[in-house]
């Protein structure tokens, strides 16, 4: 990657953004976040946390998920343990219904993330006026 260019996570499949659980945990893990958690995104039930993890964090916990992997927009997409989850465990860093792609854009242009029914593409904003 150049500087001039950023990499940002696309995902590229129908069905939505989203990690697994070995991609939730190793993110956790590079930002060194002192929370060990059952993933919400799994197939055996509720979303539950570690018997010594308080209610504040375990709120705070998936708020900053849901936050940081981008799942309102694009705003944290480019971040870099994000980028490097999926690098590192490429096919394996997928939630449920997603492929995540790492793709690298000029780092001097605003963009938005648009969607058709989960396929996710980098864009730069139309300018609407009226």
Not at 11 to 40: D, M, Q
Not at 81 to 101: C, F, K, T
Not at 112 to 124: C, K, M, P, R
Request: charged content about 25%; overall charge negative.
């Amino acid at each position: 990657m150049s500087e001039k260019t950023v990499k940002i996570v696309l995902n590229k499949c129908f069905g939505g953004f989203g990690l697994s659980p070995k991609a939730e945990k190793l993110f956790w893990e590079l930002l060194a976040y002192p929370v060990t958690y059952i993933s919400p995104y799994n197939d055996d039930g509720p979303v539950t946390m570690h018997e010594n993890s308080s209610e504040g964090v375990k709120d705070e916990f998936f708020s900053s998920l849901s936050s940081i992997c981008g799942l309102h927009g694009a705003s944290h997409r480019d971040n870099k343990a994000l980028v490097e989850v999926v690098e590192r465990l490429g096919e394996e860093a997928n939630g449920r219904s997603a492929a995540l792609v790492v793709v690298e854009i000029p780092n001097d242009v605003k963009y938005a993330i648009y969607d058709y029914d989960g396929i996710e593409n980098a864009e730069q904003p139309r300018r609407i006026l009226a």
